[in-house]
């Protein structure tokens, strides 16, 4: 499995499992000025963009700072997020929220991998690092499967 094939899989997965919930699917891959954003969608009102990471998990499980989303800094969510509410602006009456989830998608390196994804609702760039608020603002993990 090539990387860009396996990035490909991961937003294709991330997005129908988004749309399954209802989720109205508005921009994929779309490059604006400040970054290319990997999902832009609605839930609800308020308009989300998703970053997409995946990733293939060793069979011991993921070494400390080897996971998926490891690989997101503060400034990339920075930039995305300040693209995500120029593109709500720019939609005209459009003004609502606008939110930075973060989806995870793990394939096993096994001869039938399954994904499993894991979505982090409301991510913000904090700290030096990303703070993941989780789906009730606590810090708990959404599993999709």
Sequence with gaps: ????WLGQVGEE???R??????????HRN??????????VCLDG???????VKTGRRPPAGW?????????????????RLRAGRRLARGRGGARGPVRMDLVEVEVARSPR????????????????????????????????Q
């Design 113 to 144: 991998p399954r994904p499993r994804l894991i979505h982090w609702r409301d991510v913000r760039p904090g700290d030096g690092a990303v703070r993941r608020a989780g789906p009730d603002a606590r810090g708990a993990r959404s599993h999709l």
């Design 1 to 4: 499995m090539d990387t860009a």
């Design 45 to 51: 009102a308020v308009t989300v963009v998703v970053e």
């Design 63 to 79: 070494a400390p700072g080897r996971r998926p989303t490891d690989r997101v800094r503060p400034a990339d969510l920075t930039r």
């Design 30 to 39: 779309l490059r604006a000025p400040e970054a290319e954003l990997d999902v």
């Design 17 to 26: 499992t988004l749309s399954d919930r209802g989720w109205l699917i508005l």
């Design 13 to 15: 997965l991330a997005c």
